[in-house]
């Protein structure tokens, strides 16, 4: 569930209850401070007994864990649907719903079922039947409807009347299930599907962080549009000083750049936009620079001011506003966790104290063997569990007061140390001997030195094999060469296990990267062992199912992937592994919306742009009627989207447009399919293709690029002074809320209580 940062929102809020009775609150209790306060929870006579409060305090415990907002209901039976509703099998199946509904995109007409997108070969597509993508969609639809319907019970109509996003959520699948009954009333012959353009909304509206993520890149937009339009009027200045300089001339073999750049304002504009990514450097000078040294200065000028400083002022500040409102973010996140970690010390408090207080003066404390059930109860990863436990059990009195409960569950933002099992004893003086050798730092330099002699062999082998056709290459060579490491790699894991023992082996993920891939290759060793001879006669070209050059291949490829147990062991080549595990565990919200980027882009590419480039061959290549786009011979120019063959780049399906906007995005050749469509169809379709490069390379890159190097930033801090051995000891738990935890101010319990005060269903009697 989503709502504005507590600490202003809630303040606004009725305090209206939705899942329990409550008494009034008259002035002058509302008027002590918080310190002195009692607190108290009114609820049905059936509700009055400790496990309510215990099943309240589990609850906010886990909603302060997963940065949730703590304003739902909390009665009992609510409470329990709502431990349901976030439990891990309903949110995978949900998500799992999710993804159903947006991989129809692919089934629908038209297709992508074809092995290839190319129009010259591509068979006619599987096309589902009427009715089966429908019967998807409409149990997929359902489900949602099941969704907002528990989201709404759980939270209450207040709450719900308040939240755009489950508003949002309403809206759209109503427009949805409308759709989708037009759809089936026109016995799916419907042209165009509004309801594929929404779907991406249910996407953004499941995960909490792209709904923030998304809020600030809004935010952002503003300060972004003030430098696109300095980059807009930095292109419009050098495109009418390009049309003054090159002009059309009574020579012909002076207007080179004129016909081809700057014809009309336009071609100008576009060829300089392009120019302004370098995808058409140095073409777009060369016409100029052959009939005078001094046109290079224009072009050079251009893209020092507009590719070098604009563009990179534009990623430096879409980097600072962004980075500023995801701080803003994570500051209403860290005060969820504060504040639901205070609303479990105050039910707790109130299971303790027998519901009531008679002492003005008295001290809220909660017992330690009540945390110690609530703990035991909550839905937490089992390392930050016992690491709370033990901080609960160091206190000898057995009572927590409100910071040190709070101080208990700063556990949850540190960094997971593992220690590795204990080496076994032998007795035997050769397994000591072997343990004491072969546990030894020394025995991993040497296997990476043996690893990568057999890489250089492979490499050897390919150089010299490389202009043999599969048929001629003699694999007998290489199979004895790796046969030979393959008996090294084994026997090292061998030596490893008896030094380690099988646990402590198994407690280094190279440890285990390693041995997967030794029992892999002596796997494969052994079936190729089976199948031909050992000694080098006529060897067969295949038994089987594979020739023994392609289960040498094979092999090769092993040892090759093996050959990375080298990047733990070097520092720095650790660090930025790591952060690409982080990135792709832990920024999913910002390439989640990506996602939803590219499926609204290539819904509206096949609305606009399907069929719109026929294949070769047929009675027209072009659409327009102009003269000077109507002749074949422009078609086959040299660098044109027919000469380079790219009729598998095209809008007739949906998977072919994900790889078009993909080649867009990375700016290489852009302007060819943007050129392509512009004669195809019409001048306008530039918009398009213009308004997708804004979008994902000038935006969503450079938004990524700085949250790479915030990753990479806030792993190198905290670990450039250790060794590498406990770098690889240290499980970073690096989240967007822990790379900015520094930044982050923490909310005092005097706001933390008046915050709870503005909870719409838990009511405090003071």
């Not at 996140?333 to 408090?349: D, H, M, P, T, W």
């Not at 390379?697 to 450079?702: A, H, L």
């Not at 209580?753 to 719409?760: A, I, K, T």
Request: glycine letters at 4%; a neutral charge; aromatic letters at 12%.
């Amino acid at each position: 569930m989503e709502s504005e940062p507590l600490l202003t929102e809630s303040a606004s809020r009725g305090s209206v209850d939705y899942g329990s009775r409550h008494g009034s609150h008259s002035d002058a209790e509302s008027a002590e401070p918080p310190r002195t306060r009692t607190p108290s929870y009114t609820a049905t006579a059936h509700e009055h007994d400790g496990d309510l409060y215990i099943q309240q305090a589990v609850v906010f415990i886990e909603d302060a864990i997963q940065y949730r907002s703590i304003n739902h209901k909390v009665d009992s039976g609510s409470l329990r649907l709502y431990r349901w509703y976030y439990s891990r099998i309903c949110q995978w199946g949900l998500g799992f719903t999710i993804a159903v509904l947006l991989a129809l995109a692919f089934v629908e007409k038209p297709s992508s079922i074809t092995y290839t997108s190319d129009p010259r070969y591509r068979p006619a597509p599987w096309e589902p039947p009427c009715g089966l993508t429908e019967t998807i969609e409409i149990v997929c639809l359902l489900i949602f409807i099941a969704d907002v319907a528990v989201k709404s019970y759980v939270i209450g109509w207040e709450e719900f009347c308040i939240n755009k996003w489950l508003i949002g959520y309403v809206v759209v699948i109503a427009a949805s299930v409308v759709d989708w009954a037009i759809t089936v009333s026109m016995v799916c012959n419907e042209t165009i599907r509004v309801r594929r353009l929404i779907r991406p909304f249910f996407l953004l509206q499941n995960s909490s962080l792209m709904k923030k993520t998304l809020k600030c890149i809004k935010r952002t937009l503003p300060e972004i549009a003030s430098v696109v339009l300095l980059l807009a009027l930095h292109l419009c200045l050098f495109t009418m000083i390009g049309m003054l300089i090159f002009p059309r001339s009574e020579d012909p073999k002076r207007n080179g750049e004129w016909e081809t750049y700057f014809r009309n304002l336009p071609r100008a504009l576009s060829s300089l936009l392009v120019l302004l990514t370098t995808a058409n450097n140095p073409d777009v000078m060369v016409p100029a620079y052959s009939l005078h040294r001094g046109y290079a200065l224009f072009f050079i000028l251009f893209s020092v001011c507009g590719t070098y400083i604009l563009m990179n002022l534009l990623t430096a500040i879409i980097y600072n506003q962004f980075r500023g409102y995801l701080l803003m973010s994570v500051q209403a996140s860290i005060i969820r966790r504060r504040l639901g970690i205070r609303a479990a010390f105050e039910v707790l408090c109130c299971k303790s104290q027998g519901h009531s207080s008679n002492s003005e003066d008295h001290e809220e404390r909660v017992q330690v063997n009540t945390v110690l059930e609530v703990m035991s109860r909550v839905q937490m990863k089992s390392f930050y569990r016992q690491a709370v436990i033990k901080a609960a059990q160091q206190f000898r009195d057995g009572f927590l007061d409100g910071e040190a409960f709070q101080r208990l569950f700063d556990e949850l933002d540190k960094d997971r140390i593992r220690e590795h099992p204990p080496n076994p004893e032998y007795s035997l003086p050769i397994l000591q001997w072997i343990q004491s050798t072969c546990s030894h730092y020394y025995l991993t330099v040497v296997g990476n030195v043996v690893a990568l002699a057999n890489v250089i062999c492979i490499c050897t082998v390919l150089v010299l094999d490389s202009e043999k056709v599969v048929s001629q290459r003699d694999g007998y060579y290489m199979e004895v060469i790796n046969c030979a490491f393959i008996l090294y790699y084994l026997l090292e894991m061998v030596l490893k296990l008896i030094a380690f023992g099988w646990r402590g082996y198994l407690s280094y993920k190279n440890n285990i990267f390693d041995g997967l891939f030794t029992v892999l290759l002596l796997v494969l060793q052994m079936a190729i062992f089976i199948t031909y001879r050992i000694s080098y006669q006529m060897i067969p070209v295949q038994r089987g199912l594979l020739s023994l050059w392609e289960m040498v291949r094979l092999v090769n490829m092993l040892i090759v992937f093996r050959f990375l147990r080298i990047i733990p062991e070097i520092k720095l080549m650790a660090l930025v592994a790591s952060t690409l595990v982080d990135l792709v565990k832990n920024l999913r919200a910002f390439a989640g919306i990506l996602v939803v980027v590219y499926y609204v882009y290539a819904v509206i590419g096949i609305w606009l742009f399907h069929g719109a480039i026929p294949p070769p061959g047929g009675s027209s290549m072009l659409s327009n009627s102009s003269t000077e786009n109507s002749t074949s011979n422009f078609t086959m120019e040299c660098g044109s989207y027919e000469q380079l063959e790219y009729w598998p780049n095209n809008f007739d399906d949906f998977a072919s447009s994900l790889v078009l906007l993909y080649d867009v995005m990375v700016v290489n050749n852009w302007q060819v399919f943007m050129d392509a469509y512009t004669r195809y169809t019409t001048e306008w379709s530039k918009v398009y293709f213009v308004s997708w490069w804004l979008t994902s390379s000038v935006m969503w890159v450079n938004l990524f690029v700085a949250l790479i190097l915030e990753n990479f930033t806030y792993k190198w801090d905290k670990c450039h002074a250790l060794s590498v051995s406990d770098v690889e000891r240290t499980r970073y738990e690096t989240t967007v809320q822990r790379m900015f935890r520094e930044h982050v101010q923490e909310p005092t319990q005097e706001e933390l209580l008046v915050q709870l005060q503005q909870h719409p269903h838990l009511h405090l009697t003071r």
